[in-house]
């Protein structure tokens, strides 16, 4: 039986993609890139699709074990990487990475075998030491034989290479057509909202984007973005980094399965964001949690600022 050899392609722009760049960028970034490449090697046999076992109780468990990774941490990644349309979730029991069919190659031993003794052949037929006479191969070497077996391999090469283009075109052009698609509805939903809403979908990627704005309701994040002034970034960031607001580390138990743009943006919330209350923590949450203030954030508030949030509503 003949063996067969995988290889995955990195292609040179591969850092410069928008969303590997998006990615790197967050907080452990370059952790999520390291998934996102173990991913591809796990899934490179199945032409870049994982299958759900059932060993773990969901299927980012079952990755995280398989790849000996921190199960938040492959979370985050299949988010970002569902976000930027880099993984496709066919079923709850199967996940097809978009761009592994593109940088993949194989080769069985037998076309590996013969592909090293034809490069032996052609070095040994070109002179040596400045000697006319060529160093012919011995003769156990069956070349009639070669030649016979090699007609057949590469009518079925032919035909494969044929089926693939064709297959990888039409995988191209779904792929377009979505992407097209996505990036329109994108937009529309873009020009409707206000920069916060907009610089709230693109940096807090673990909770659910917003897509429409009411008067009522842009009245109230205009009145407190207009506190937080610059760092409305950062304050987002936080919220990001959070793996009780996301509901990364499983407590969050209001209803939801974690936090969302509304209850970040209720006054009180916001103070007790801006104040620390929900960061990571070392020690379990049973412990009394510590009160943490970051200098730089609040150093901007004053007591009259945070009860003048209190004042707003968003319900």
């Not at 205009?222 to 990001?240: H, K, Y």
């Not at 399965?257 to 009180?268: G, L, S």
Request: aromatic residues 8%; negative net charge; glycine residues 4%.
């Amino acid at each position: 039986m003949q063996k067969k050899y995988f290889w995955l392609k990195l292609k040179k722009d591969f850092f410069n993609q928008k969303g590997i760049k998006k990615m790197r960028k967050m907080p452990n970034g370059d952790t999520y890139v390291i998934i996102y490449l173990k991913m591809q090697l796990m899934s490179i046999m199945d032409n870049g699709t994982l299958f759900y076992e059932g060993i773990e109780e969901d299927f980012a468990s079952e990755i995280a074990l398989a790849l000996d990774e921190d199960e938040s941490a492959v979370r985050t990644t299949l988010k970002m990487l569902e976000h930027c349309g880099l993984v496709e979730r066919i079923s709850d029991s199967e996940l097809f990475l978009t761009k592994v069919p593109e940088v993949i190659g194989s080769e069985t031993d037998k076309a590996s075998a013969m592909r090293k003794r034809r490069a032996e052949e052609k070095i040994s037929k070109e002179p040596q030491n400045n000697n006319v006479t060529c160093v012919l191969p011995t003769v156990t070497k069956c070349y009639p034989e070669i030649e016979l077996e090699q007609e057949p391999n590469s009518e079925i090469k032919e035909d494969t290479d044929k089926k693939l283009y064709s297959e990888r075109k039409e995988k191209e052009e779904k792929e377009k057509k979505e992407a097209k698609e996505a990036k329109e509805e994108t937009k529309s939903i873009s020009e409707d909202l206000p920069k916060e809403a907009v610089l709230f979908n693109s940096i807090c990627l673990s909770l659910p984007p917003v897509k429409k704005m009411t008067e009522l309701r842009r009245e109230k994040v205009q009145a407190a973005s207009e506190l937080l002034g610059d760092e409305i970034e950062t304050f987002f960031s936080r919220v990001e980094q959070s793996d009780f607001l996301t509901g990364r580390n499983g407590e969050w138990n209001t209803g939801e399965t974690q936090a969302n743009f509304d209850w970040i943006m209720k006054p009180d919330n916001i103070a007790h964001i801006l104040q620390g209350r929900y960061d990571n923590h070392s020690e379990k949450r049973s412990n009394p949690v510590k009160k943490r203030q970051n200098p730089r954030i609040l150093s901007s508030f004053t007591d009259e600022d945070l009860m003048d949030l209190s004042k707003f509503s968003l319900y």
